[in-house]
């Protein structure tokens, strides 16, 4: 059974920096690509970027490119998205997930999902 935990989140100002982290368990991901979703009260949940676990091809929404940089520690089956130059409008609940192949933006797509940390930027 996979599971995903994150943690990392925060009250922060406008300007200040966040790395939250995804712990995952339960298989080897080797074929899966893991990734960030995010939703804001009264939004859906958008896609924010994801990676493919082995190879590290990533792919960013705009949004975020510059701002945000996924990692991943494999010998720790561990996630991170660290976050810098957060804005206002980053506020929101941040979700870690997980596909079995590909990055792809679609949270449909995603089977396995963390229980989420809240991320709040004060302006």
């Known amino acids: 059974q996979v599971q995903l935990v994150e943690s990392g989140g925060g009250l922060v100002q406008a300007g200040d920096s966040l790395r939250l982290s995804c712990a995952a368990s339960?298989?080897?991901?080797?074929?899966?690509?893991l990734g960030w979703f995010r939703q804001a009260p009264g939004k859906e949940r958008e896609f924010v970027v994801a990676i493919r676990w082995v190879g590290g091809i990533t792919y960013y929404t705009d949004s975020v490119k510059g701002r945000f940089t996924i990692s991943r520690d494999i010998a720790k089956n561990t996630l991170y998205l660290q976050m810098n130059s957060l804005k206002p409008e980053d506020t929101a609940m941040y979700y870690c997930?997980?596909?079995?192949?590909?990055?792809?933006?679609?949270?449909?797509?995603?089977?396995?999902w963390g229980q989420g940390t809240q991320v709040t930027v004060s302006s």
């Open positions: 997930a997980a596909r079995a192949g590909y990055v792809v933006k679609a949270d449909s797509e995603y089977a396995y």
């Open positions: 339960g298989r080897t991901f080797s074929t899966y690509s």
